[in-house]
């Protein structure tokens, strides 16, 4: 059974940082992209960032220079680093594995159930 | 206001066929880019459907269906039932912004 499980969640003030992590089971993540992508309750998903298999990395815009994704495959794991929180960078967050789409990017395959970051003072 | 356009809600009655559309634009949709469509139980992490526009993912059911047509995508389903109430998404990639992009979502209700 494949299984991601996240961990490291909790409460920040602004300007504080956070270390996530995703643990893989049941699926070959080396050879797999794996991303973050978090959603405020009643709110669509946002993808965050991803990494590929190849080490490639990407960011969306409003995290670059302050989020840091990386990867050990010998663990099947995933980190976030968060740097220099938001109070809108409150949300849900889930890692996710991405598989190839036609066209070269990314649909996303396998969920885990997500680990919640709340920035308040 | 997402990028990707969902409507809000649709309803129907079991055994009915409901549609929900997915618009965006030429970087997104109207582009290379395929559509992938997600759906989200309460308390639950979205749950992939259908990619590249119109394949079902395994163990997904013939009752759901996939179309893309210039900037705009659907998911249909058909013979309604009361456990396909959810949220469903539609996601795909957008070149200006380099981002993976989600639609704002659409809550089904069967009635």
Same mark, same amino acid.
């Given at each position: 059974?494949?299984?991601?499980?996240?961990?490291?969640?909790?409460?920040?003030?602004?300007?504080?940082?956070?270390?996530?992590?995703?643990?893989?089971?049941?699926?070959?993540?080396?050879?797999?992209?794996?991303?973050?992508?978090?959603?405020? *309750?009643?709110?669509? *998903?946002?993808?965050?960032?991803?990494?590929?298999?190849?080490?490639?990395?990407?960011?969306?815009?409003?995290?670059?220079?302050?989020?840091?994704?990386?990867?050990?495959?010998?663990?099947?794991?995933?980190?976030?680093?968060?740097?220099?929180?938001?109070?809108?960078?409150?949300?849900?967050?889930?890692?996710?594995?991405?598989?190839?789409?036609?066209?070269?990017?990314?649909?996303?395959?396998?969920?885990?159930?997500?680990?919640?970051?709340?920035?308040?003072? | 206001?997402?990028?990707?356009?969902?409507? *809000?809600?649709?309803?129907?009655?079991?055994?009915?066929?409901?549609?929900?559309?997915?618009?965006?634009?030429?970087?997104?949709?109207?582009?290379?880019?395929?559509?992938?469509?997600?759906?989200?139980?309460?308390?639950?992490? %979205?749950?992939?459907?259908?990619?590249?526009?119109?394949?079902?993912?395994?163990?997904? %059911?013939?009752?759901?269906?996939?179309?893309?047509?210039?900037?705009?995508?659907?998911?249909?389903?058909?013979?309604?039932?009361?456990?396909?109430?959810?949220?469903?998404?539609?996601?795909?990639?957008?070149?200006?912004?380099?981002?993976?992009?989600?639609?704002?979502?659409?809550?089904?209700?069967?009635?």
């Amino acid at each position: 059974e494949v299984q991601l499980l996240e961990s490291g969640g909790g409460l920040v003030q602004p300007g504080g940082s956070l270390r996530l992590s995703c643990t893989a089971s049941g699926l070959t993540f080396n050879s797999d992209a794996v991303s973050w992508v978090r959603q405020i *309750p009643g709110k669509g *998903p946002e993808w965050v960032c991803g990494i590929s298999h190849y080490g490639d990395f990407y960011y969306r815009e409003s995290v670059k220079g302050r989020f840091t994704v990386s990867r050990d495959n010998s663990k099947k794991s995933m980190h976030l680093q968060m740097d220099r929180l938001r109070i809108e960078d409150s949300a849900l967050y889930f890692c996710a594995e991405a598989n190839f789409a036609s066209g070269g990017t990314w649909f996303f395959d396998q969920w885990g159930q997500g680990t919640l970051v709340t920035v308040s003072s | 206001q997402s990028v990707l356009t969902q409507p *809000p809600s649709v309803s129907g009655a079991p055994g009915q066929r409901v549609t929900i559309s997915c618009t965006g634009s030429g970087s997104n949709i109207g582009g290379i880019f395929t559509v992938h469509w997600y759906r989200q139980l309460p308390g639950m992490a %979205p749950e992939l459907l259908i990619y590249d526009n119109t394949n079902r993912r395994t163990g997904v %059911p013939a009752r759901f269906s996939g179309s893309k047509s210039g900037v705009s995508a659907s998911l249909a389903i058909t013979g309604l039932q009361a456990d396909d109430e959810a949220i469903y998404y539609c996601q795909s990639y957008d070149s200006v912004l380099n981002a993976w992009l989600f639609g704002g979502g659409t809550t089904l209700t069967v009635l």
